[in-house]
């Protein structure tokens, strides 16, 4: 396959900058919001599941699609492939992982809340389902936030690299 070229791959990197930083951007206002909530007022807790449902498909979406995007581009067009590098395949593994956990966890978590805010009205703020399911959510979007964090210090350290000789 042609390779990109090196303005290219400035691009690339600037576009891949701009979409990581929507998806972590987006987990953080997503799990700012939610730590917030007091579940006290049925209102402002319906209101901010609706906000963070919102932050979820809008921006957490489009920049984990629009990452994964980016990074096939990586790994077919530019000499970084996919797992020429043991610290790339890592990369790749952890951020599966951590879509993973976006996808089957932390989303249906919310919508499962969501659904019982909206047919339960304020007692599901009471329901231990609804309880449960909020504090899993907040584990859960914890263990994005560190996977997240992890794939920064590996793409600035790029441990396990081979050295030159």
Not at 66 to 85: D, E
Not at 122 to 129: I, Q, R, V
Not at 131 to 156: A, C, D, E, K, W
Request: hydrophobic fraction near 55%; proline fraction near 3%; aromatic fraction near 14%.
């Amino acid at each position: 396959m042609k390779k990109m070229s090196a303005p290219a791959m400035k691009w690339l990197k600037i576009v891949h900058i701009v979409l990581v930083s929507l998806f972590f951007g987006g987990i953080l206002s997503s799990v700012t919001v939610n730590f917030a909530l007091g579940l006290n007022s049925y209102e402002d807790t319906l209101k901010s599941y609706k906000v963070i449902v919102l932050i979820s498909d809008g921006v957490i979406r489009t920049g984990a699609v629009g990452t994964l995007a980016v990074a096939f581009v990586y790994g077919f067009f530019t000499p970084w492939g996919f797992f020429r590098h043991r610290w790339l395949a890592v990369k790749w593994i952890l951020f599966l992982l951590q879509t993973f956990i976006g996808i089957f966890v932390v989303d249906k978590l919310m919508l499962a809340n969501l659904y019982l805010l909206e047919t339960m009205g304020p007692e599901a703020l009471e329901d231990p389902g609804f309880l449960r399911n909020h504090g899993l959510r907040n584990t859960f979007v914890f263990i994005q936030i560190v996977l997240t964090l992890v794939i920064f210090v590996i793409s600035v350290i790029k441990p396990w690299k081979k050295k030159r000789k």
